[in-house]
């Protein structure tokens, strides 16, 4: 049994979100939960929250609890980018990038295979493997 969380436009960049998301992919559920709670990165809030949710809607489901639960899947795609302007000398303005991010974790049972997850991962293992290729 799987379960699943989304936040969308989440006001961080997906480069600094992937490191946070690194960390926690494969990891019991509480253990994630606690090094969410004490990392230093300002992206780990959100996925904290992200987490949580997907917890919680692992025990809706199927009343199962956090130290049953692996994080089988987690990953962050890009969101729209919106633009912004910096104050520069001479009345002149530089235009600077607020980067959004969609974060996707799934959590399921310690015995499930993670079938989203290992598929995604597959997709693109084997997409790297023909780049090695060519």
Do not use: C
Request: charged share 25%.
């Amino acid at each position: 049994m799987e379960a699943r969380a989304k936040a969308r436009y989440i006001r961080v960049t997906p480069r600094k979100a992937r490191r946070v998301v690194d960390l926690i992919r494969g990891m019991p559920a509480d253990q994630a939960q606690a090094t969410l709670a004490f990392a230093p990165q300002s992206a780990s809030d959100p996925i904290g929250k992200v987490l949580a949710s997907a917890i919680a809607n692992a025990g809706h489901i199927s009343h199962l609890d956090a130290s049953s639960l692996v994080v089988s899947g987690a990953w962050v795609d890009e969101g729209p980018t919106r633009p912004g302007f910096r104050h520069r000398a001479q009345g002149r303005g530089y235009r600077i990038h607020k980067r959004t991010s969609h974060i996707t974790i799934i959590v399921s049972d310690r015995g499930d295979s993670g079938g989203a997850a290992s598929s995604r991962a597959a997709g693109s293992s084997a997409a790297t493997s023909r780049e090695r290729t060519r």
